[in-house]
């Protein structure tokens, strides 16, 4: 089977938009963290969130469309940063692009400001876009970005929670890697900032309440964590054959080499406590890459900052590297982004690459003491020298839905 490179990576963060600003902000430990100013959120009990505050290069159509649903917005830039990355002019007909993403946007102001309303009127276009309505459906992105960018041969968008982003550059690795399409353009994009979002998720008890801690509300591993604080954003990858990519003189940012994916389905919303599928995912993707525990130099957590998924996850990993955990660095980079939901696996990919590319490894800024049950060695403080080979990124979602990927440092040597 060939090796995969990845020659292309766009992001769009709460702390950056594009690669090096997102990775100088992570570097130092700052925060995007911030009161919601989306929307009116002083009827919330949790009114923190890591917002995209910078403006995007998108086309008109596509504002227009992002304006409803910014994650539509967040999706085109990563893709654009990518393939430009890449030296591609747009997507081609051997592409396969596949995108994850997490729920549906609704316009519940619609019905609202309409009472008991003719529902044949809120589901009528409010403009001359046919995109614009009352719903705003899953693949919208994929169709806008292949009617700007150019149309791959396959288009995809998968919805499995915080699971998505990831599973989405898994399957991409995967196909690229047996040969069935040329290039991956794979990733994940998402925003639940908005009033039905935040609902939801307060509703379900996830998120911290700690309106007060601003900045260091999202705190992961630490034993004063108090829950999950809502980011937005994205990150597209450009995948394909290393000995192609080489040959034809492009850049090559990383290799990915192993993929593991599970599902417990323990609990809609609850991970098992157990952290059997964390573990199976792990050893899937080590398995996979033909790896060693002892091969993986740094591990960028799922790390949420919730009580339970933290504990399940430490333990987890502590099994898997039964002998080895005590010396790799553990990041955990929610405590500065917030939780990306469906985009989560794909921006922490984003960090575990850049930190192969700068040799560091970035800190968890808002961890101080390490809550019982979730030893390991965490990066805290500043960011430090990394020099490993291997490194490993979790992403865990509703449903028990587990995935591990594993990047390889690129040396040169083909």
């Known amino acids: 089977m060939r090796r995969v490179a990845v020659t292309g990576l766009g992001v769009v963060s709460p702390i950056g938009v594009g690669g090096d600003a997102f990775w100088d902000s992570l570097e130092a430990g700052r925060s995007g963290i911030g009161r919601i100013s989306r929307f009116d959120c002083t009827t919330f009990t949790a009114q923190l969130a890591a917002e995209v505050k910078t403006s995007l290069d998108v086309p008109d159509e596509i504002a227009e469309v992002a304006a409803q649903d910014p994650k539509v917005g967040f999706a085109y830039a990563a893709c654009a940063e990518a393939l430009a990355g890449a030296g591609m002019r747009g997507l081609t007909r051997d592409c396969l692009l596949h995108l994850g993403t997490s729920l549906e946007v609704f316009d519940l102001s619609r019905v609202i400001r309409q009472g008991q309303p003719d529902f044949r009127a809120v589901f009528d276009r409010p403009s001359g876009n046919k995109r614009l309505g009352f719903q705003m459906p899953l693949d919208t992105a994929a169709a806008m970005i292949a009617e700007t960018l150019g149309a791959p041969g396959q288009s995809l968008t998968n919805c499995s929670a915080c699971a998505a982003g990831a599973q989405a550059i898994g399957h991409g690795f995967r196909n690229v890697r047996r040969g069935k399409w040329e290039i991956a353009v794979c990733g994940g994009f998402d925003s639940l900032i908005n009033p039905l979002g935040v609902g939801g998720f307060q509703l379900l008890g996830a998120l911290t309440t700690d309106n007060d801690r601003g900045e260091t509300a999202c705190r992961p591993f630490d034993a004063s964590r108090s829950g999950v604080v809502l980011g937005e954003g994205a990150a597209v990858f450009v995948l394909e054959p290393l000995e192609k990519a080489v040959a034809e003189g492009r850049r090559v940012l990383a290799e990915v080499c192993g993929y593991g994916s599970t599902l417990d389905a323990y609990n809609l919303s609850a991970p098992d406590p157990g952290g059997e599928g964390a573990e199976r995912s792990m050893m899937s993707a080590l398995a996979d890459a033909g790896l060693e525990p002892e091969a993986i130099g740094h591990i960028n957590a799922h790390g949420t900052g919730t009580r339970l998924n933290d504990q399940v996850e430490a333990g987890a990993i502590r099994r898997v590297f039964r002998n080895c955990w005590p010396r790799i660095p553990v990041s955990a980079t929610k405590s500065v ?30 961890l101080s003491k390490v809550g019982e049950g979730c030893e390991l060695s965490h990066a805290t403080g500043q960011a430090t020298p990394f020099d490993g080979e291997y490194a490993l990124s979790n992403s865990f979602g509703f449903g028990g839905q587990n995935v591990t990927l594993i990047l390889r440092r690129y040396d040169g040597q083909h």
């Open 337 to 366: 982004t917030g939780h990306l939901i469906a985009a989560a696996g794909a921006v922490e990919m984003a960090a575990c690459l850049l930190a192969l590319i700068r040799n560091r490894i970035p800190p968890n800024p808002s």
